[in-house]
């Protein structure tokens, strides 16, 4: 957990995650994926608390992908906490959710989200559509140095 990390995966779907992961390997997108399964986890990790403790919380990720309907903490009160502390504000959040819901897209867009992406159906299209992110938000996105 020294190194960088260039995405952080917040998934409970087994699944999802095993396909994300491996359409960003396949595509050589990236190189150090960090897989978290609850919101829970997910905070204590990004804000260096419990069990990760000794992790330095200014290794931000590059970018999470983060699921909205998570066991423990929600998504959205994950995003809320990653948009309200100063410390994690600029990380990149996209959402990638299964909720089509005007309610949810409409809460993720005022809390800050990047993006809001609802997971294509099929594995084919959800393949194309995680390499597409990781294109966009690991190549051509011009993240903001410290």
């Given at each position: 957990?020294?190194?960088?990390?260039?995405?952080?995966?917040?998934?409970?779907?087994p699944s999802d995650?095993?396909?994300?992961?491996?359409?960003l390997q396949k595509?050589?997108?990236?190189?150090?994926?960090?897989?978290?399964?609850?919101?829970?986890?997910?905070?204590?990790?990004?804000?260096?608390?419990?069990?990760?403790?000794?992790?330095?919380?200014?290794?931000?990720?590059?970018?999470?992908?983060?699921?909205?309907?998570?066991?423990?903490?929600?998504?959205?009160?994950v995003l809320q906490?990653?948009?309200?502390?100063?410390?994690?504000?600029?990380?990149?959040?996209?959402?990638?959710?299964?909720?089509?819901?005007?309610?949810?897209?409409?809460?993720?867009?005022?809390?800050?989200?990047?993006?809001?992406?609802?997971?294509?159906?099929?594995?084919?299209?959800?393949?194309?559509?995680?390499?597409?992110?990781?294109?966009?938000?690991?190549?051509?996105?011009?993240?903001?140095?410290?």
């Amino acid at each position: 957990m020294h190194g960088v990390i260039e995405i952080l995966l917040i998934e409970d779907n087994p699944s999802d995650a095993k396909l994300t992961i491996r359409a960003l390997q396949k595509n050589h997108l990236c190189n150090n994926i960090t897989h978290l399964t609850d919101g829970a986890e997910a905070l204590d990790f990004v804000f260096a608390r419990g069990k990760y403790s000794e992790r330095d919380v200014a290794n931000k990720p590059r970018v999470i992908l983060l699921d909205l309907k998570m066991p423990k903490v929600s998504g959205l009160e994950v995003l809320q906490e990653l948009k309200s502390d100063e410390r994690t504000r600029t990380i990149p959040v996209i959402v990638m959710t299964s909720s089509k819901e005007d309610a949810d897209i409409s809460a993720c867009y005022k809390m800050g989200v990047n993006s809001y992406v609802v997971k294509p159906v099929g594995f084919d299209n959800f393949s194309k559509a995680v390499i597409e992110l990781g294109m966009y938000w690991m190549l051509i996105n011009q993240e903001q140095k410290a």
